[in-house]
């Protein structure tokens, strides 16, 4: 059976190359090449490539263009480089006081070798540029004060050790004999909230002659005790009550 099978099949493979052979070529669904319509139809190879090369001749312009801005920019640049770098620069510490600065610039000079030295040496030493700034100080001074005038101020006052209070206030009341009560105002400013605090105070002054009356501005100063209350005296008037 197998072999019937094989038969049959290779005599189905010529027949269908001979049905292909006789059917012909096959006909293709366009135009054959060569005939008029496509030579019409499709443009010559030349022109395609000049197309094509006016696009990227239009992107080769600018950046033709770009590159005189960029070569302005680098002149620019390295003109800004030249000024920074001829611009003093600012020295670190500037803001510090002038001690800080003395200091940092103080360190930055070169050191000095010494010989070694004991330390009395160098005690000595100290003391020695000690005694040299004093006696510069010293007639530093001493030009300042012979150089200075005496100026034409107010004189000063002359003052007394144990010199007597003296107050100036209202009479209040004049009823006790030869006695009158004063009321002194005092007006000061507060230390902390700085704002004007008025007081007032009331003492007995002695009035030999009775001048003084209720409503009067006096003057009193301060005197022994004359009584158990009274260690004031009256000086005088200074205005009569209306």
Same mark, same amino acid.
């Given at each position: ?21 006789? +059917? ?38 600018? !950046? +033709? ?17 030249? !000024?920074?770098?001829?611009?003093? +620069? ?14 940092? !610039?103080?360190?930055?000079?070169? +050191? ?11 005690? !000595? ?118």
């Amino acid at each position: 059976m197998a072999d019937e099978e094989k038969n049959e099949n290779v005599e189905e493979t010529p027949q269908d190359d001979s049905n292909e052979s006789a +059917a012909g070529p096959v006909a293709e669904d366009g135009p054959p090449a060569d005939s008029p319509e496509d030579a019409s139809s499709t443009p010559p190879a030349e022109d395609t490539d000049g197309e094509s090369e006016e696009p990227a001749a239009a992107e080769e312009e600018p !950046a +033709a263009e770009e590159e005189p801005e960029a070569e302005a920019e680098e002149p620019a640049a390295e003109e800004e480089a030249a !000024a920074e770098a001829e611009a003093p +620069a600012a020295e670190p510490g500037e803001d510090l006081p002038w001690k800080e600065r003395r200091r940092l !610039a103080r360190s930055r000079e070169p +050191a000095e070798t010494r010989p070694q030295r004991s330390p009395e040496e160098r005690a !000595a030493e100290r003391a020695g540029t000690r005694k040299a700034n004093a006696a510069a100080r010293r007639r530093f001074r001493q030009g300042r004060r012979q150089d200075a005038t005496a100026g034409t101020g107010t004189p000063p006052a002359e003052r007394h050790p144990n010199a007597a209070k003296m107050r100036q206030g209202v009479v209040v009341s004049d009823k006790p004999d030869k006695t009158i009560i004063v009321r002194i105002d005092i007006a000061r400013r507060h230390p902390t909230y700085e704002k004007i605090v008025r007081r007032s105070r009331t003492l007995h002054a002695h009035d030999e002659r009775n001048e003084a009356g209720e409503g009067d501005i006096v003057r009193v100063i301060e005197t022994r005790p004359l009584s158990r209350s009274k260690r004031w005296r009256l000086v005088e008037v200074i205005e009569k009550a209306r």
